[in-house]
Antibody, heavy 120, light 110 residues
């Protein structure tokens, strides 16, 4: 079964750090574009970051310089290192898959999400 | 703020047709294909439409998508109670060099 499972969320103080993990099963993460999307309480979806098959990375302006996306191919896992956290980073963080192709297949597999709360 | 604009809400009675618009610009919808996501209450988003008008396996054919210029739309025909959800459009933005979501539309079945 194709699946994504996020972990690593929790409560952290402003200025703190947290690392989220996204474990893929049923497919090889490194052969797909992988992305993080977040949703603040009661708000809409916000794209956070992409990592492409070749390792190229992209970030939303709101997290650029603070968040780092990476991948461990041996563990088939994608990470999101979040530093200098702000209260506005409080959200449910979802991991999703984007199959690379000349056809845009969209974000076709999503995890269940992990909650990050930034508060003193 | 999102660069893709959707109406905050839409509603209809069972069996009716509901349409949701998504307005963007030349750097996003005007340059790339549009995807639509459905988010049922308390759950993760789910891909509903990809490449403007394609349905993934398992998505009922009463969901359809279209795109014209810098706008796109999602239509739900034969509205059912289980369609009550939030719906988001999305596209890659070549100016922002990032993926952008619409503001989201809450669909209510009366």
């Amino acid at each position: 079964e194709v699946q994504l499972v996020e972990s690593g969320g929790g409560l952290v103080q402003p200025g703190g750090s947290l690392r989220l993990s996204c474990a893929a099963s049923g497919f090889i993460a490194s052969t797909n574009y992988m992305t993080w999307v977040r949703q603040a309480p009661g708000k809409g979806l916000e794209w956070v970051s992409f990592i492409y098959t070749g390792g190229d990375t992209y970030y939303a302006d709101s997290v650029k310089g603070r968040f780092t996306i990476s991948r461990d191919d041996s563990k088939n896992t994608v990470y999101l290192q979040m530093n200098s956290l702000r209260t506005e980073d409080t959200a449910v963080y979802y991991c999703a898959r984007d199959p690379p192709s000349t056809t845009d297949y969209g974000l076709d597999v999503w995890g269940q999400g992990t909650t990050v709360t930034v508060s003193s | 703020q999102s660069v893709l604009t959707q109406p905050p809400s839409a509603s209809g009675t069972p069996g009716q047709r509901v349409t949701i618009s998504c307005s963007g610009g030349a750097s996003n919808i005007g340059s790339n294909t549009v995807n639509w996501y459905q988010q049922l209450p308390g759950t993760a988003p789910k891909l509903l439409i990809y490449s403007n008008n394609q349905r993934p396996s398992g998505v009922p054919d009463r969901f359809s998508g279209s795109k014209s210029g810098t706008s796109a739309s999602l239509a739900i025909s034969g509205l059912q109670s289980e369609d009550e959800a939030d719906y988001y459009c999305a596209a890659w933005d070549v100016s922002l060099n990032g993926y952008v979501f619409g503001t989201g539309t809450k669909v209510t079945v009366l």
